[in-house]
Structures are given as C-alpha cells and as structure tokens.
C-alpha cells in the first residue's frame, strides 16, 4: 500500500509537467510572444494551486481518499490527451486550467494517503515520485512530439489508463479509520504554518521563473525543443535525489538547517547561470540550481504534517497548494512587466531567494 501513493503521484505530475517543456511550440503555434506564455502559465498555476487548500480541507473530512485519488488521475489523463488538437489559445488555457485544477485536488488527498503511517520517509517516497515523473516529462514529450507529435498523445494516455485501472483496485477499497473533526485554531493552527508558507512561496517563485523560460532560453540559443527539455528533465532527475536527501537530513537536524542548505544553493547557482557565458556552464548550473531546490520540498511537507498532524491534507494542502499559489500569482505579474527579459528575470529570481534566506534565519528559530 506504501507504493501506491507514489506510483499514482508520478503519473499525476508526469502528465501534468507537459506543458512548459513545449513553451516554443506552443509561442510559435498561437503567434504569442514569451511574456504572455509565461505571465498566463504562471496566473493559471497560482489560480489552480490557490484552491488545493479548499480540496486538503474537504478531503481531510472524507474517508474515501482511494476513490478520488484514482478518479482524479483518470480525468487528469483524459484532459491532457486533447493538447494536440486545441488551435485557438484562448481553448488552450483552459485545457491547462482543467488540468491544473485536477491535480491541484490530487495533491492534498494523496500525500495526505501517503502520510497516514506518520513516516517521513513515505512523505520523501511520495515526493521523490513526483519529483520523478515531473523530471522525465519534459525530454518524453519534447521527443514525443518531435517523433510521434502530440496530436497523437492519446498513444499514451489509453494505455496508462488500461493500467491504472488494473493497479487501483485496492486503492478503491480503501477508507480511511479516522476522519478528524478537531476544529482549527488560525492563530494557533495555521499561522504555525507560515515559515513553510514563505519558504515555500519563494521557492516557487523562483522555480517556475528557471522552468518555464530555460527551453525558451536554450531555444533563443539555437538549441532545438528536445535539448530544452532535456535540461528541464537533467535538473529534476537530480531533483529526485536531493528531495529525499532533505527529508534524510531534515530527520538528523532540523526544518531550519534544511532550508537554509536549499536555499543558499539555489540562490548561488541561479546567480552562476546568469553571470558565466558559457552555454554547458549555464545548463550545469541550472541542474544544481533544480537540485538545491527540490532539496526541501519533501521535507516541507513533513514540517507541516507534523505540525497540524489531525490535518495532514490541509497542512499539505497549504505547504504545496497555496504557497505555490502565491509564489505563481507574483511570477505572473512579475513576467507580465519583464517577461521578455530572460536573463532579469532568472537574476531577479535568484536575488530573491538570497533575501528571503536572511529574513528566514533571523526570524525562524527552529
């Protein structure tokens, strides 16, 4: 049972990661320039992770956490296989709203699934496989597109489908024993909760800034789509790594320790990716970058679980849903004024990070 929260997040984020890897075919499709990608991916992602902390309150007083795992991914698959066939970019939003909508709503239920047992280790397990399928989405479909085209994704999307239907039958008998009814405190509760909320936030910040303009960034640079993605997916396979090593190291130290090894990496190697020349310089930063910055997601999870743990898919909710919410909605607005401008826009995200560090050290106390 330990392997299903897993295997299911890695199918979530795996078809969900489709979109940003393709940012120059899309821009070349509906004749947009990269602000507007960027600045409308960004507003859809904060306005669909906005409302997982509305799902993590729901689902935390539901018992049949199975049923709406496997139901969720299933409408997830069916959306994201018309891709190919939208042509007006208006139709193209939506679609990518209705997917972000779902998987919003899958992440609270499932991690809180994955931590019913109160093991760091399955909350690690969980994230390290959305790390993973996330992390091989985009060098899948910059191939898979470049190979087959994404007009015929749906290649892919019925076969996952027969075989999540084979593999959730016991996920669908599954109820949970408990349903917790304590009512939540905001000053004593969730505002516990804010020193994830403001790691969490600037991490994403920062992080959807790199992921969504390094293809466009390596496609400026002459590369071809497929080397963009395959940056993308290099920085997330290590990512895969780093994310459960902060949950090991999270165990021996504390959340402080943890955040502050993340932050201080991703901070150094996005100012390293800006300032040195070099294109094979440039792409080994990022996947540094990508690696210190997956190092404290799991690990977030863990410290909010924990500190609302009659709460667990609130807590994640809020620690994966509303943080990265807010963290899109200032990366929309942000790209909305500069989002022509690469490079400011990678150093502002770097400088970012930095500055929130220091506030992070000097006010958290464990």
Do not use: C
């Amino acid at each position: 049972m330990e392997l299903i929260a897993p295997f299911f997040h890695f199918i979530a984020d795996f078809f969900n990661a489709f979109i940003k890897p393709l940012a120059p075919y899309f821009i070349d499709k509906f004749n947009i320039d990269n602000r507007t990608f960027a600045s409308s991916i960004a507003l859809i992602g904060g306005l669909t992770s906005l409302v997982q902390v509305f799902f993590g309150a729901y689902f935390d007083k539901k018992s049949r956490d199975g049923l709406y795992i496997t139901t969720i991914v299933l409408l997830e698959i069916f959306f994201i296989t018309f891709l190919g066939f939208v042509n007006s970019f208006i139709i193209f939003i939506a679609l990518v709203a209705i997917v972000r909508i779902l998987n919003s709503a899958f992440h609270p239920v499932t991690a809180g699934f994955a931590g019913k047992s109160q093991k760091g280790k399955h909350i690690a397990l969980f994230s390290v496989a959305g790390t993973l399928g996330a992390g091989i989405a985009p060098v899948f479909i910059t191939a898979y597109q470049k190979l087959v085209g994404i007009e015929k994704l749906y290649y892919i999307t019925v076969i996952v489908t027969i075989f999540i239907l084979l593999f959730s039958k016991s996920l669908l008998s599954y109820r949970k024993e408990t349903i917790p009814t304590r009512k939540l405190s905001l000053k004593l509760d969730i505002l516990k909760l804010f020193p994830v909320f403001l790691i969490v936030t600037t991490r994403s910040f920062s992080m959807n800034i790199f992921h969504t303009y390094i293809p466009i960034y390596m496609n400026e640079a002459g590369n071809s789509l497929v080397i963009g993605g395959s940056v993308l997916t290099a920085g997330m396979l290590l990512g895969v790594f780093t994310n459960y090593l902060g949950t090991t190291v999270l165990e021996k130290t504390n959340s402080k320790i943890t955040n502050s090894i993340g932050f201080l990496g991703m901070g150094i190697f996005g100012l390293l990716f800006v300032f040195v020349p070099s294109i094979p310089f440039k792409i080994l930063s990022f996947i540094l970058f990508d690696g210190f910055s997956f190092f404290t997601m799991s690990s977030n999870i863990v410290t909010a679980q924990k500190l609302l743990p009659n709460n667990k898919a609130l807590a994640s909710s809020i620690s994966m849903g509303f943080s990265w919410a807010i963290g899109s909605f200032l990366t929309s607005g942000y790209s909305a004024i500069f989002g022509n401008n690469i490079m400011f826009m990678m150093l502002s995200a770097s400088i970012a990070v930095l500055i929130v560090l220091v506030v992070y050290i000097s006010s958290v106390k464990y």
